[in-house]
């Protein structure tokens, strides 16, 4: 069966350090996958998307890697603040207009 | 224009009432998507819109569920006959049709619905 797979366990990092959340996914050909942020109460805000034939981009502080070999996308936060913190969430779309969302990752940044 | 409004934010009601939730997108985005989000869960996705016509429903969309966009403009979500399942986030998304903007901007998400059934 398809399947999206975020760390399930909150990420603790010190402030201004690289927070890397990993999204794994079986059985899906995407076209490409985006990143979203969500905060507690909130709706998810787009952060990033990268498409299959991208193996990085980078936009202010982050960093999206995909392998669809590895069938992985890798999100980097360098030199993160206490504001990072948040619920980050991976989404694959398979180019028509069905979004898939994984479970979502924790992220504490401590000052 | 101030992004995807929804209403009301909470919603508190009894197992067995209606209840309808409303969602104005970004006016010149014409698909809208529902999806519901439980706790520690990622969105699912319900249905999807493009301009009126509704495309794509989720076999999660019982036939309690209905959901309608008079016009293309906003749309309504009503669950009849709650049940304590349903309580959850519910979630509208706009996005245009053209993709090269749906590449830049992805989805652009309202803050939701809270419907809690007691």
């Known amino acids: 069966s398809q399947k999206i797979e975020q760390n399930s366990e909150a990420l603790n990092i010190q402030e201004g350090k690289t927070a890397t959340l990993t999204c794994n996914y079986t059985n899906y050909s995407p076209a490409y996958l985006q990143w979203y942020r969500q905060d507690p109460g909130r709706g998810p805000v787009f952060l990033l998307l990268?498409?299959?034939?991208?193996k990085e981009k980078r936009k202010e502080r982050l960093k999206v890697t995909f392998d669809t070999t590895l069938k992985q996308s890798l999100f980097h936060i360098t030199a993160s603040q206490p504001a990072d913190s948040a619920t980050y969430l991976c989404?694959?779309?398979?180019?028509?207009?069905?979004?898939?969302f994984g479970a979502g990752t924790r992220l504490f940044v401590k000052a | 224009d101030t992004g995807v409004s929804q209403n009301p934010r909470h919603k508190i009601t009894k197992r067995g009432q209606n209840v309808t939730f409303r969602c104005d997108p970004i006016s010149e985005h014409n698909r809208l998507y529902w999806y519901r989000q439980t706790l520690g869960q990622g969105p699912e996705f319900l249905t999807y819109f493009q301009n009126e016509a509704q495309l794509e429903k989720s076999r999660l969309l019982s036939d309690r569920f209905s959901a309608e966009r008079p016009k293309g403009s906003f749309s309504t979500l009503e669950i009849q006959r709650t049940e304590q399942g349903d309580s959850a986030m519910y979630l509208c998304a706009s996005s245009p049709e053209e993709r090269t903007h749906r590449a830049n901007y992805g989805y652009t998400f309202g803050s939701g619905t809270r419907l809690t059934v007691v």
């Open positions: 990268i498409r299959e034939n991208e």
């Open positions: 989404a694959l779309d398979t180019g028509g207009f069905k979004t898939i």
